[in-house]
């Protein structure tokens, strides 16, 4: 196995008995389909197992909003396992470790990206739902400010050696909009690294906001991660972004064995996430899940799609800000403070107007098809 992956590795496997295996590193499309049904397996497989495990650990939510009427509603979901994002990040560093090229930069930035983000979810719900914290009757964990710092600490490190990387490539440092074929300007060096950590840091915290029904966050990210490997596999590849009126990115094709180990984790997840759900992701899963799509967004140049296609996302994230800042200014202004919406993030505004949790998520899986299709569309429109 050893002289294998060396061989691998040295670009000699076709010299070797293996040499059938330079399909996983010759076609691209190849290895992100494989990516898909490994990632989709694995999580399949083992989830029974991680479930058990974490109610063993006594890992379970505890909803508790501020309302009576929304403890109401949530109720069902306490005691149901969370840090479920624990199998999706392995089911996507597996596929990525076993299928994707190694001795690619962005591989190799969007495996830090994955685990440094999972890492300071884990350690976000660890301190929120273990039976200490639990018995004292606190859900605090990580600080906003804290998680944050950890957020655009990684997002600084992967924007900045990200553009060292493609200093040479003008095509890796535009910013590129739907329907155009030239980027609208180039990035210099502190704008890229600020511009991308808004990417990342935003698109972590958007797919964490959405995260609080069954099936929400993870099968919006499903749809999202198909749009990118489809994006990445044309971006990737020379002839087809040529043919296709995109820009091409050097060795940013990887990203679609990316986006394929996302999608397939994001399915198998599905299967136990769905109403009535067996497990929560969690911020171990939605701040990696979001953190890593941003990542692959930036490296393709595909930051205004994302926002197109993670319509969703972005949604939720805005009514919170929104809500969050409405409220401070009628409370400095009139004295009380007033809210837009019923409760944010959105999906719980729409919950208190009747619709059930299924009509929400349902609702929401079909808008986000939607706008995955018209930007899908854009590629033929160009």
């Known amino acids: 196995m050893f002289y294998v992956l060396t061989q691998y590795f040295e670009g000699g496997l076709e010299r070797t008995p ?3 295996l330079r399909v996983f590193h010759l076609f691209t499309t190849f290895q992100a389909t494989c990516a898909v049904m490994l990632s989709f397996l694995v999580t399949v497989v ?9 109610r063993k650990q006594r890992i379970g939510d505890n909803p508790n909003f501020d309302e009576a009427t929304m403890n109401a509603l949530m109720h069902t979901k306490k005691g149901v396992p969370t ?3 624990l199998l999706i990040i392995g089911a996507i560093v597996g596929a990525v470790f076993l299928l994707a090229d190694l001795r690619n930069f962005y591989v190799q930035m969007a495996l830090v990206c994955v685990v440094w983000l999972g890492a300071v979810g884990a350690v976000d719900d660890w301190l929120k739902l273990t039976a200490i914290r639990r018995q004292t009757g606190s859900r605090q964990g990580l600080s906003g400010k804290e998680k944050l710092l950890f957020q655009v600490g990684l997002a600084v490190i992967l924007c900045w050696f990200t553009w060292n990387y493609g200093q040479n490539l003008p095509e890796a440092r535009g910013l590129f909009v739907p329907f155009k074929q030239t980027p609208l300007f180039s990035f210099s060096f502190v704008t890229y690294v600020i511009f991308g950590t808004l990417v990342i840091v935003g698109a972590s915290n958007s797919v964490n906001l959405t995260d609080g029904l069954d099936g929400l966050a993870a099968g919006c990210m499903t749809l999202t991660a198909f749009s990118f490997l489809v994006l ?3 971006i990737g590849d020379p002839k087809l972004s040529q043919a296709l009126l995109f820009h091409h990115v050097a060795a940013a094709g990887q990203m679609a064995v990316v986006a394929g180990a996302i999608l397939g984790a994001c399915m198998g997840f599905l299967w136990f996430n769905c109403n009535p759900a067996k497990v929560f992701m969690g911020d171990t899963g939605s701040l990696a899940l979001g953190g890593l799509i941003g990542y692959v967004a930036i490296v393709i140049r595909q930051e205004i799609m994302l926002l197109m296609i993670g319509g969703i996302f972005a949604a939720e994230a805005v009514s919170v800000m929104i809500q969050v800042y409405y409220f401070k200014y009628t409370r400095i202004r009139f004295g009380e403070g007033r809210r837009v919406f019923l409760m944010a993030p959105l999906h719980h505004h729409f919950q208190k107007k009747g619709w059930t949790e ?19 569309a854009t590629i033929k429109l160009r």
């Open 18 to 20: 293996f040499g059938f």
């Open 232 to 234: 990445a596999l044309i």
């Open 46 to 54: 083992l989830a029974p197992r991680v479930i058990a495990w974490l």
């Open 83 to 85: 840090m479920g994002g």
């Open 358 to 376: 299924t009509q929400v998520v349902v609702r929401f899986w079909l808008i986000s098809a939607m706008l995955t299709a018209l930007a899908l």
